[in-house]
């Protein structure tokens, strides 16, 4: 398949995949999650690490199918979509990096998220503007594994208002790891990848699986197969009821 709004480059063992789609913040598209599940979907045991970047001024603004189907049905099979690819990413046999730059929104912090590892530049910022738009904060698994990397309370606050937090904030979060100048983004991606590369394929595997498998041992529930029922239900009722102009702060979910 040839891939339009996603672009991948083998360096070695390191796969760089990159969402293609400036003009647009790179905002998701049905067509993009077919394309990255088939870019993150075994990459082979030869590649160690693959890197997840956006082209432009920002990561990802969030989704873009919200008008595309009545009745929800654009946003059920496109939240289907987006929960192979977040599992995909998160359950990947290599280490997974998120290399966030500028605005990362909805789906795109979900696409993030998903990553073992995400270093954001200083100008790097997130938002969860879902209630906003009227839907639940359900793309990707997106919530179950937010909690477990940040903490309820504080999820709480940041869904239910909606507001952006910075590059510092996300790093006393954990949403990030590591915040960088934006011009040395690539040289911390390497420097995480410089010693993944020369882990043994099968130890690294194996690892990877364990870490995940205790990650999701902590959870008290991961209900993520319902993530593209739930919003679509409750976008088809929004549907019902008369629009709402949303503010000049609110961006694609």
């Known amino acids: 398949m040839v891939l339009w709004s996603v672009r991948t480059r083998r360096d070695g063992p390191v796969l760089h995949v990159e969402l293609y789609a400036p003009e647009t913040g790179n905002a998701v598209t049905e067509a993009m999650l077919d394309e990255l599940l088939e870019a993150v979907t075994a990459p082979g045991p030869e590649v160690r690490v693959v890197v997840l970047s956006g082209a432009g001024d920002d990561f990802c603004l969030g989704g873009d199918w ?67 738009l009227g839907l639940p904060t359900a793309w990707g698994g997106l919530l179950p594994r937010l909690i477990h990397e940040v903490g309820a309370a504080r999820v709480r606050e940041l869904i239910l208002t909606g507001r952006a937090f910075d590059a510092a904030e996300a790093q006393a979060l954990s949403v990030l790891q590591r915040v960088v100048p934006e011009n040395e983004l690539d040289q911390a991606v390497e420097a995480w990848a410089k010693p993944v590369v020369r882990r043994p394929e099968a130890a690294l595997r194996v690892t990877k699986a364990l870490l995940n498998s205790y990650a999701a041992a902590t959870r008290m529930a991961d209900p993520a197969f319902l993530d593209a029922e739930l919003m679509a239900s409750v976008a088809a009722a929004g549907r019902r009821t008369p629009p709402r102009t949303p503010g000049p702060d609110q961006s694609h979910s």
Not at 79 to 87: F, L, N, Q, S, T
Not at 89 to 94: D, V
């Open 66 to 132: 919200l008008e595309d189907a009545p009745a929800g049905r654009g946003i059920r099979v496109a939240g289907e979509k987006a929960r192979r690819v977040c599992e995909a990413i998160s359950g990947n046999r290599a280490v997974t990096i998120a290399r966030v730059q500028g605005k990362a929104v909805g789906a795109g912090f979900a696409l993030a998220l998903a990553c073992d590892l995400r270093v954001g530049a200083e100008n790097a910022s997130f938002r969860l503007p879902e209630l906003a």
